[in-house]
């Protein structure tokens, strides 16, 4: 064989066996979205493999129905993905010792884990171990519809006493069927908390001993609050509520023409509600209220996602630079955009400031920047919006809207009952 030909055929084998060593890490990746969050994933992911020849990663993506159930499947037969979109609240559904995810201490330089502020670490972390990195953070902030507002004649309230007393201005100036706000049970539970810790310092729920704080004493006057924010008109009764049926609130007519004239909402999602407003409407971000010497907001402000890496991830340094690409290389971020909100990472963060990606009039950046800057002492914790005490909370609200129960009796079923569920979490 001539040896030239022989030499060009040596080197072509040499070359493709090379090729085959260097391609051999393959990493999954799943999460849950849209098309849009889809498509810009897929996109980044790209970028990513362009730059990492020898690594190959298969995605995995679903919409947001059924995704939990197939992650919890996973996980319960170690078949879990190297890389995972996962929920803040599934830490205690999944690592409650801190052991259900691969701990990305070990990864932290690759991570860049100095590029997230230090609490929304301290969020993400169980028993020690980072369980994931806060790929951007969600805050419930009160936005008004601002026309209906100055129809009513009050001004955006600062403090609570405030709050309470534009409901009868809202009544007698625009008429019954108008409202300062309308909050569902989630969203009651999050604003009274938060008066309650500003105005006592103490959170609802004890992380440490995974039990609802509070006496009976406290939780009456918990309850009373409700009571006396329906009664003078600041928000409809769940009565009330369910008479304009079922369905998303952003689509009801009475949010639609202005007569709910605001939300106590997380400023990830307040597009969606003032896209459906009627032609004139328009929604401002109002001012926290805050208590006379309040030191703590007590806001709710969670990670609204986060990446983790699988615990039986046969690549978990692989799995980590996939992870610092979407979170922190400016080509992986770029890729991203907005698909999973404002970036928590402040390499992140900048670069897409400095693209012209983030809009610093808009009502989501408006409500993160004020989020950022209200005193937070007490972090929330997974517990805090957990679903099953949600819904026994709002099924409290609807006993005492219908009479089947007084603030008594609602302080004393909660309290039971919510620690039963919290004793199930914890367990």
């Known amino acids: 064989m001539n040896q030239k030909v022989l030499t060009t055929l040596i080197a072509a084998a040499i070359g493709a066996t090379s090729a085959s060593a260097f391609a051999d890490v393959e990493l999954r990746m799943s999460w849950w979205g849209g098309n849009s969050r889809h498509q810009a994933t897929l996109n980044a992911i790209q970028k990513f493999e362009e730059q990492n020849p020898g690594i190959k990663v298969k995605a995995e993506?679903?919409?947001?129905?059924?995704?939990?159930?197939?992650?919890?499947?996973?996980?319960?037969?170690?078949?879990?993905?190297?890389?995972?979109?996962?929920?803040?609240?599934?830490?205690p559904i999944?690592?409650?010792?801190?052991?259900?995810?691969?701990?990305?201490?070990?990864?932290k330089d690759i991570l860049h884990v100095g590029s997230f502020p230090q609490n929304a670490i301290d969020m993400t972390t169980?028993?020690?171990?980072?369980?994931g990195l806060p790929v951007s953070m969600t805050s419930r902030v009160f936005y008004y519809n601002t026309p209906i507002w100055q129809k009513a004649g009050v001004e955006f309230p600062t403090d609570w006493d405030q709050l309470m007393a534009a409901g009868k201005a809202f009544e007698k100036n625009l008429g019954a069927d108008y409202y300062p706000l309308v909050i569902e049970a989630r969203d009651v539970f999050a604003m009274n908390r938060s008066y309650m810790l500003q105005t006592t310092g103490k959170d609802i729920i004890d992380a440490q001993k995974t039990t609802l704080a509070y006496s009976q004493e406290e939780m009456e006057k918990f309850f009373q609050l409700y009571v006396d924010q329906v009664n003078n008109h600041v928000f409809p009764s769940t009565k009330e509520f369910s008479s304009y049926g079922k369905g998303n609130l952003y689509e009801m007519r009475p949010w639609i023409d202005g007569r709910f004239g605001g939300v106590y909402?997380?400023?990830?999602?307040?597009?969606?509600?003032?896209?459906?407003?009627?032609?004139?409407?328009?929604?401002?971000?109002?001012?926290?209220?805050?208590a006379p010497g309040a030191t703590d907001s007590g806001l709710l402000a969670r990670p609204s996602m986060m990446f983790s890496i699988g615990r039986n991830s046969k690549h978990p340094e692989e799995a980590a630079k996939l992870v610092t690409f979407l979170l922190n290389d400016p080509i992986g971020v770029k890729a991203l955009g907005l698909a999973r909100g404002i970036p928590m990472s402040k390499e992140g963060l900048q670069t897409l400031h400095e693209a012209g990606e983030i809009d610093p009039e808009s009502l989501s950046y408006q409500g993160y920047l004020q989020a950022q800057g209200l005193p937070k002492q007490v972090l929330p914790t997974t517990f805090t919006d957990n679903a099953q005490l949600m819904e026994l909370f709002g099924e409290s609200m609807e006993k005492l809207d219908y009479g089947q129960t007084d603030v008594k009796g609602a302080a004393q079923d909660f309290l039971r009952r919510g620690n039963r569920i919290l004793k199930r979490i914890a367990n």
């Open 61 to 91: 993506y679903t919409g947001w129905d059924g995704h939990l159930s197939r992650l919890t499947t996973q996980v319960a037969g170690n078949t879990e993905p190297d890389v995972m979109q996962t929920n803040w609240n599934w830490l």
């Open 94 to 107: 999944f690592s409650k010792n801190g052991d259900g995810f691969y701990d990305m201490n070990k990864q």
């Open 126 to 131: 169980v028993e020690g171990k980072i369980n």
């Open 265 to 290: 909402m997380w400023d990830t999602a307040i597009a969606k509600y003032t896209a459906n407003l009627a032609p004139g409407l328009h929604m401002d971000l109002g001012p926290y209220p805050m």
